[in-house]
């Protein structure tokens, strides 16, 4: 199975001090890695977590251990789709943000899945196609 990892799986698993194993989303990402799924990054995660990097030791640690990740590519759909989603989102009431709207759409093109501690994914997937997987079922 091919899916995309989010910034908030990342995070637990690559950026605390200490990894919580127990943690679902942890175990989930774990057995992907096991079970050999293509995981992907979309730019703006990939972005997301260097931005939060302030040693250069741990950007450069933190590059090289996403490095066999490969990114989506975007195209001009995606980011038009990314906009509409927005527009349906807010007509629904649900404030969903851009950066989360273009990750959504990026899947939805490619057919992947998303793994995603971020519950916001839960309310933009009540208006689109995205398939957000939870621990359990990941």
Request: charged residues 25%; hydrophobic residues 50%.
């Amino acid at each position: 199975m091919n899916l995309v990892v989010d910034t908030s799986v990342w995070s637990l698993v690559l950026r605390r001090p200490r990894v919580d194993e127990a943690d679902p989303f942890v175990r989930a990402f774990r057995a992907h890695i096991e079970a050999g799924d293509g995981m992907f990054l979309v730019g703006n995660i990939l972005q997301e977590l260097l931005d939060g990097v302030r040693a250069k030791k741990d950007f450069d640690r933190l590059l090289r251990l996403l490095d066999p990740f490969p990114l989506l590519p975007l195209d001009r759909e995606a980011y038009v789709g990314a906009a509409e989603l927005r527009q349906r989102c807010r007509s629904k009431g649900v404030q969903a943000g851009a950066i989360d709207c273009l990750i959504a759409v990026a899947c939805m093109q490619h057919g992947f899945p998303l793994l995603t501690a971020d519950r916001d994914f839960l309310h933009i997937a009540r208006h689109a196609e995205l398939v957000v997987l939870q621990p359990a079922e990941a």
